[in-house]
């Protein structure tokens, strides 16, 4: 069985070619992707290639440790499986089954960006096929592996494929894609307009984005310090976003963004949690659900 995906070297976007071992039902591996002339390679480490080698984000045990257990998870090497049991024991199949069955009807292959240790949509798309043809993406190799290990636990996703690399500079070749996912993905991206500029040059003519994203706004109180609305919008510039005008000005149509729902911030969410902590405010989460087509 080959790789779902035609990788190319980011950036230029030459074709990479995979030279290494293959296990017995044709699946990658140890080995590397290098371009024609071999002058760049990135390494295949079982199955999943890394096209992002840098010890940040979810590969910072001990950032990642502090931030789980002030989420309360005690055993961070749980996380996975706790997730997917509260994705796909909650209501959010139903309440988004339309929308998942609308991405299953591409065929794939799927791609989902920025899955972290919350699995983003594929969960819920794996619960409805097990046998979706997905790529599972993040930055971090971390929250891959454990996937990676649920999926062998689990034994029943035999087209689920991982690949560690950054969303604003995707190794995917431009116009092959039919389908791109993202569960909160894109709004925590560094720069959310470059990564959703990538998205549009992956996918093909009709090709679909499918997110569910939040906003985060902040309400000071008479415990905020002073200065905490100019850093909050000096540190978190994104947050300011409009949706529609972002995709629109990208180039995606048509573009359809609808109020989801509203939540506080909870503890150990990254950068926000930190930094409601730090200036005494109120923070929440707003989520909206997106869907926009590359004409």
Known sequence: MSDPLQFVAPGDHRPLVYEGEIDAGGHWTDGVLRTENGDVSFPV???????????????????????????????????????????TGSDWVRKHEDQLRRVLETGGPIIEIAAGPGGGMTSMLLTLDPRASVVMNDIGLWPLRQWQRLARRKGCWPNLRFAQFDATRMPITSNSIPVVVSWGGI????????????????????????????QCSIQVTAQSLPEAL??????????????????????????????????????????????????????????????????
């Open 45 to 87: 480490e079982d199955g999943i290639p890394r096209f992002h080698l840098d010890n940040d984000g979810w590969d910072d045990e001990e950032l990642r440790n502090r931030d789980l257990r002030k989420a309360g998870v005690e055993d961070p090497d749980a996380i996975i499986e706790r997730n997917w049991d509260g994705m």
């Open 230 to 295: 100019d850093a909050f919008h000096a540190e978190f510039p994104s947050e300011k976003t409009d949706f529609q005008a972002l995709l629109a000005s990208i180039g995606f149509s048509p573009i359809n963004v609808s109020y989801e729902s509203e939540r506080p911030v909870i503890p150990g969410e990254g950068g926000l949690a930190d930094f409601a902590e730090k200036y005494k405010v109120d923070a929440r989460l707003r989520f909206y659900r997106i869907e926009a087509v590359k004409p």
């Open 187 to 214: 709004s925590n991206v560094h720069r959310s307009d470059r990564a959703l500029r990538e998205v549009l040059r992956i996918l093909r003519r009709g090709g679909r984005f499918f997110g569910i994203e939040s």
